[in-house]
Each structure stands twice: as C-alpha cells, then as structure tokens.
C-alpha cells in the first residue's frame, strides 16, 4: 500500500499526468462534448455520428488510410529491421551516418519534401497512391528509426544471432524467429507510430493533390463542423482498436514469463 | 552416428594489424574432444568461429570429414555450438529453445518436442521444460544450450569458453557432465578454453596455442610432462624456473647434476623448467640451500614456498604429513626428485 502511495506521488509523474491532462484529454473530452451536442433541441445525441457513418464517402477514405497506413507499416518493417540488424551487426561507422540521417525528416519541412517528390519523382509513380506509403515511410524515419533502435540495444543481439544461425536458421529465420519476436515491444510501437503517423498525415497528401481520410475529413468540415469532429473521434477510436486487438492477437511471450 | 572428423588446413585470419590465425592447422578425430587453450587473444576463439561459419578466413580451408566447407554458410554447417554469455532465446521456453534447431529443419512438432525432452532429460532438465530461460540459473542456461546444440545430431559441437560465467562448483559438475555427454553420444568436439584445469580434465587432446599459432597438441599428460616450448611450460600448470649451469648435456641445481632434457644453450646459463612436485624440501639443522617463506596447507597435499640463497623463488608441492617442520623462516635442503629436467634458454 505505501509502496502504492510512494509511486503515484512521484512529482515526474504528475507533472507528465498533468500536462498530458491539459494538452490532451481536456481536449480531446472538450471535443468529444462538443460533437455530441445537438443545436436544435439543445441536448446531446448521436446524430453526427449517424450521419457520419450514412456518409457514402467515410467507409471508402478510411478504409484507403488505413490500407495505406497498413503498407507504410509493411514498408517500414522490412526496411529497417534488416537495415538495422545490420548495423548493429557490423559494428559500422556508416551507423552513425544513418542514425543521423535518420533525423533529417524532422527538419525538413514538409512542404519542401513535396515539391520535391513533386519534381524528381517519375510520372508514373506520381500516378500512383502508392507514392504515399514509401513518403510516410520517411516521415515515420525518425520514430521507427529510434524506436527499433533502442530495442535492439537493449538485447544481445550477436549472441542470439549467432546462436540462431548455428542451430540452421538462414538470415530471414534468424530476423522472423528471433530478432523480431524478441524485440516485439520495440515492432510494436513501431507499427503503433507509423500507422499512427499515416493515417492521421495531412499535409504532404493535400500537396500532392491525393484524397485520403484527414483531406476527407476537412473537406467535411466545411458543411458541418459537428460531423466532421464525430468523424475525427470515430477515426482515433478505429485505430486503436486496431492496434489493441494486434496487440492481443499475437501472444505474449514477454521476457516476464508465464506465470 | 552423425559425427564426422574435422580438418583445418592453413587457415590464416588477420583483424586489421592483428594476425588472430596464422597458418594454422589442427585435425579433430571422430568422437575426439580437443581443447583448444591458450591466453586471451591467441586465435583460440577466432579458430572455433571459422570452424563454425561465424569468421570467414582470409585463406586456408575448413575440412568435415574430407569434405570443403570453406564456402558453406554457418546455418548450413550442421555443427551445434555453445557460447559464452548466455544465448538462449528469451522468448521461448525451455523446450521450444532446445528444439529450435530441428524446428529450422523442418521436423514435425510432435517430434521435434520428443527431442527436446530426450535432451533435457540427459542434463537432468526435463522437468523445467515449460519454463523461461530468465527464470533458470546460469548453470541451467548452460545445459539448456548444450541440449539445444545437441539435438540437431550436429556433426561437431563446438563449445565456446560455455563454463566461464560459473560459478566454480558449476563449473566443475557441468564440465564432467559435457565430457559424459560428449562420450556417450560420441560427438566430435572443439572446445575453447583459457582455463587449463578445464582443458586438461576433460580433454582427449589439448592444443596450446600462442599469437595464432598452435605451440603444441598433445594429450594432457604429455603437455603436463614433456612440453614442447618454454610458453607451453609455463602456461601448462605451474613451473619453477630456475637458474642453473648446463654442461656436457647435464644441469647442475641445487647442488647435485641432472640430465638436461632440452638443450638450448650447450653450456652456460640457462633455466631449469622444474615442476612443483619434482622438487623435495627437507627441514635441515645445518646450513641449508633455502629458507621456507611460507607454507600453504592445502588439504592431502601443501605448497612450500621458498628463497634460494641466491634469491630465487622455488614452489614445492608435497605431501601434508610430511611437511609438519617446514615453518616460515625455516632453514631446508631443497632437493630435485626427477633424473632429468628441461633447460630453456634465459
């Protein structure tokens, strides 16, 4: 019980509690409030929502951004688990080099990344909404980057490598049946923060001209401000469900052990 | 039986500057144990990790039973092995670990798990098959890898320095339990090892090795009595160095004339390379040849050491019981028991 006391009145952790209560749940529950009120009879309902769902065009967009999301996770995952494997592996100077590089997403501004894809990108791949995933890829960069990054630091990778690969498993045996089930923490919120990062992305869309959810959504808002905040509530709610059953559907085997 | 013999053939490797093989060469027989010893940097684990795949050298060839496998990538070479630092898999139990290496060649789950209990059974584990590796002790880690390494039938198991993160005791009963395991199942094994009582116990042959050259390969008992190279006598167990006179082929120490072994210098000064126990101390009342600095008691036998009059530091193992007047300040006759000692240059 005192041990209990002790850890929820750490100030680190009030002050976090605090601003993220501020910042985010205020809010989010300000917005939520909001779209649940109906004008005409001065009470609450679910009428944005309904009417949110009938709307032809819900179903399509966020089943496109999350379709898209979804191979932005897939791209970046077997980029950057090989990559980084290898890097870690190798004990390479370029390490350093990428880990940098890495970063270069944050600031670069957006606008300049698109007028760029916009110029050098072939034609055929600017037809193509396909161009998006492989540029969310990059935006995503600096989270994934990191987040594999302290994953695989935090377990001795050559050990078990080599442990793998002398009991017959090739390189991609070695990487699916080890390196990734033991670092699921760190593929989790990988994939957590790239789909995330996708799904809600907006600007670099718009500048290259492809309608996709968040561009769905403003263009919504226009008519009706309400139902464009039920759509934003509904389309924070779906990933995270998702995410939750992921998280459920692939088995703990955490390094805690059964009990 | 899948275990087959081993070859490697002039096999060099260098780290930037540092030569870690140079022209090395060694030949494991069918269900031998070789024990590849030596100080930290010698080539020792550089040799094991070409064996297994792991290091590509930079020229020479890797030979399983007459066959090249310079070329063969390391999930392909079939040869179980045991590392250092723990390398269990922590998101697999147990079982799941040992039998990961049938699961990579595709054995039926039914009886991959067979396996597994057969191998857990035999490093008196099988009861802990369910559990994580975090949740077992560094010993059971240990035989966990080794039941893993040995139940893909590899045709070499190779143990890399395995018993170096024990504690002594642990030490001491897995490595009898390797050499048990390693007899009744008849694998070819290299082992690593910068622990020479490890090497010498449980070994059929053990090499010695110094700045990625193989000084001498031998079994422990000739390593012991006739080593090849000063290095090797001094590395293998432990050796009074003492300065003596060699002529005619004959050493004199301590006063009395003793066959020379080895010949470096044919006169002159040399080193007389005398073990602990080949070296008799007697309590005198005249004018001795030593004093007793100190006596260790160490059980059946005790550890003498003493000061020539010339200063050197003389070790003698003997017998308890017959060192109860030998005390710290003492006066003795040191005496040398063997007829004939080895000589190494100063």
Known sequence: MAKTLRVRFQPPLVLTLLILGFFVFIPMISAFEYSIRTPLTGGYGWTHYIWAIREDDFFHYILRSMWLAGVTVTITLFVLVPTLTWLHLSRSKVRGLIDGLSLLPLVIPVVAFAVGAQISFPEFVQNTVLELPFLYFVLALPYAYRSLDIGLNSIPLKTITEAARSAGANWWRTITAVIVPVIRGSVMATIALTFALSLGEYTLTVLLHWDTFPTWVTFVAQDNILGAIAISMMSLIIPFLILTVITLFVPERSMQGRK | M?????????????????????????????????????????????????????EHQDAGTVLVADKNISDVPAHKRNMGMVFQAYSLFPNLTVEENVAFGLQMRKVSKHLRLKKAHELLDLVGLDSQNKRFTHQLSGGQQQRVALARALAFEPEILLLDEPLSALDAQVRVNLREEIRRLQLSLGTTTLFVTH???????????????????????????????????????????????????ISDGMVEIFGSKVVALKRGNETGKVHALIRPESISVAATTAQGNAKVLTRSFMGASSNIICQTEDGTIVQSLMTSASTGDLLPGSSVQLRVLSSEVLVANV
Request: neutral net charge.
């Open chain 2, 2 to 54: 899948s275990s087959k013999s081993l070859t490697l053939r002039n096999i060099s490797k260098r780290f930037g500057n540092v030569n870690a093989l140079d022209n090395f060469n060694l030949e494991v027989g069918v269900g031998e144990l070789v024990a590849l010893l030596g100080p930290s940097g010698c080539g020792k684990t550089t040799a094991l990790r070409v064996v297994a795949g792991l």
């Open chain 2, 195 to 245: 622990d020479q009582e490890e090497a010498m116990a449980i070994s059929d042959r053990v090499g010695v090795m110094n700045n990625g050259v193989l000084e001498q390969i031998d079994t422990p008992d000739v390593l012991y009595n006739k080593p090849a190279s000063s290095f090797v006598a001094g590395f293998v167990g432990t050796m009074n160095r003492i300065p003596a006179h």
